[in-house]
């Protein structure tokens, strides 16, 4: 089946620093999505992308579609403390079935 | 707003007694899900009703049923609970049109349930 690797696993940083994740496939998808779930909550969407080498922003938040359609990634710029979280990335071809990345843990140091 | 709404947000029931799980949504979407998440792991699809066909992941255990009697409200049934199945059960909608699924999903609060 379809697998994302995603990475780092956990980030610990500091205030006002700038943040990257992303997210790869062996597969390709036509869709990708990036959520953000705090603890004891459901995900919440932040950016979701349609297209091929689309570039989309969310506040400080960017995130991109890889040109080969296999690969994404999330930018957090200026962290602050309440961007603690997971975030995972989830990929889409033509069905239903989204398929998750494993999390990226942040935890930002005031 | 709309939105998923999750009932109850915690939910502690005995090991082997049925308990049932509920979500409903403003959104009008046509496709409600059903995850199971872990402690530090990624949402695993359990089920999925469009409209009103029902379609079930081949490693979900007979266990976990569902019921979905209206377009809003989505039931999520454990017949006999253990205590593996203590985790954050999520609801999500979509819409589909035709044969084509609007690919974003939108997550409830989850309702996490603990197995005495």
């Known amino acids: 089946g379809q697998q994302l690797n995603q990475s780092p696993q956990s980030m610990f940083i500091q205030e006002g620093e700038d943040v990257s994740m992303n997210c790869t496939s062996s597969?390709?998808?036509?869709?990708w999505l990036w959520y953000k779930q705090d603890p004891g909550e459901g995900p919440v969407l932040l950016i979701a992308l349609y297209k091929a080498g689309e570039l989309t922003s969310n506040g400080r938040l960017t995130a991109q579609f890889g040109i080969t359609r296999k690969d994404s990634f999330l930018n957090i710029s200026a962290s602050i403390p309440s961007d603690v979280g997971i975030y995972f990335c989830?990929?889409?071809?033509?069905?239903?079935?989204?398929?998750f990345g494993e999390g990226t843990q942040l935890t930002v140091n005031p | 707003d709309a939105m998923v709404i999750q009932n109850p947000r915690y939910q502690v029931t005995q090991f082997g007694k049925p308990v049932t799980l509920s979500c409903s949504q403003t959104?009008?979407?046509?496709?409600m899900y059903w995850y199971q998440q872990k402690s530090s792991q990624a949402p695993k699809l359990l089920f999925h009703y469009y409209d009103k066909d029902f379609n079930n992941e081949a490693d979900t255990p007979d266990n976990f049923q569902s019921r979905r009697p209206n377009t809003s409200f989505c039931f999520l049934d454990i017949r006999s609970p253990g205590l593996g199945d203590a985790a954050m059960y999520l609801c999500a909608t979509s819409s589909k049109r035709g044969r084509v699924y609007q690919e974003t999903q939108y997550f409830g609060p989850g309702t996490r349930l603990l197995v005495l």
């Open positions: 959104l009008n979407h046509n496709v």
């Open positions: 597969s390709i998808f036509n869709t």
């Open positions: 989830a990929g889409q071809t033509s069905g239903s079935r989204l398929t």
